[in-house]
C-alpha cells in the first residue's frame, strides 16, 4: 500500500536563516522508531543495497555516521565489517540506536559541530540526513574536517528534481509539475500515512548545485554520483529518481 502525503514546500533565499530546530526528531522519535524498524515498510530496503555496493567504500579504520536517527544504517554498516561511530541531535534517538547495537558508539551531537579531532575516520556516511540539518554546507565542513586525508565521504539525499515538485494525479502517465522553483533552498514538510503508522517530515530541498558548491566548499573531490533505482521486484518502482547518491574524496594535499 502506498504511502498518503499531504506535502507544502516553500522557498526562501540560500542565506536565510536557519530555524535552529536544534534536536532533530526528537519530537517524533516514537513515531520514526516504529517507522524505520518495521522491515521492508519504506523506501530504505529497496535502495540500500544499491548505497552499500556502489557508493560505500570498503571497511576501514573508522566509520561516522551523521543523523543515524534509531540507527538502522549503522547496523548494516557495523553488518558490513565497518567500525562505527554514529550521531545524531535526538537524545531518544541516540538511546534507541544504542541499545540495538552495544558494539558501536553513539553520541548526542549535532552534523555542524562535530564533537571529534581532525582527520579522525576513514569515511563518513550521511544517509538522508543532508536534508534535516539545519546547515547543510556547514555539515559538510565538518565531514571533511574528521575525514582523514584520502577519506571518503558517501552521501544519499532525496533527488532535487523529485524535491521540487509532485504528480498532478494519481494515474500512471500524470505529468511531474513543478509549481514553484528548482533553485535556492526550499523548506519542505509532509505528512505520511501507511498501515496505520504516521510520521511527519520535514527538512531542507537544495539544487543539486548546492550539494556540489557545498562539495567544493569543503575541499572534497566527486568521485561518483548515481540516480538509483528500486530493487528488483519492489512494490513500489518510479518514473523519477527518488534519490541522488554520491562518494567524495578528501585529497592527500
Known sequence: MSPSRRRSVRSEPEDGQPPGRGTGWEDRAEAWIGWARTPDFDSYWQFRDAFFEEVMPPPGG????????????AR????????????????????????????STYVVARAEDLPFADSTFDCTVAYNSLMDVDDMPAALLE?????????RLAVSVTHPFNDAGSFSGMEEEAPFVITGTYFGRREFHFHASRDGREMDFDGFAFALESYSMA??????????????RPASGARHQCRIPNFLTWRALKPIV
Open 215 to 228: 562539495l567544493e566548499a569543503a575541499g572534497l573531490l566527486l568521485e561518483l554520483i548515481r540516480e538509483p
Open 143 to 151: 565531514l571533511a574536517r574528521v575525514l582523514v586525508p584520502g577519506g
Open 62 to 73: 573508522a566509520t561516522l555516521e551523521v543523523g543515524c536517527g534509531e540507527g538502522r544504517v
Open 76 to 103: 548494516d554498516l557495523r553488518d558490513r565489517g565497518h567500525k562505527v561511530t554514529a550521531i545524531d541531535a535526538s537524545p531518544s534517538l541516540i538511546a534507541a540506536a544504542s541499545a540495538a547495537d552495544p558494539l
